[in-house]
């Protein structure tokens, strides 16, 4: 039998991903690591409200 794939436990990794990703181009382009961090968590945060509202169960 299969054991069912929970996407819930993994929703922690859109905000890891969104806020390296955003500290990164925020320090390349003009050095602002916060700025770029709080950018970073809204962009994983609408990301992932995206995907996984997209993603039903069956």
Not at 1 to 11: A, C, G, I, P
Not at 13 to 21: D, K, T
């Amino acid at each position: 039998m299969e054991k069912e794939f929970d996407y819930q436990d993994y929703n922690w990794l859109y905000y890891v991903i969104g806020l390296s990703a955003g500290i990164l181009t925020g320090y390349a382009v003009e050095g602002h690591v916060i700025l770029g961090a709080v950018l970073g968590l809204l962009f994983g945060g609408l990301v992932k409200f995206a995907i996984n509202k997209s993603r039903k169960p069956q």
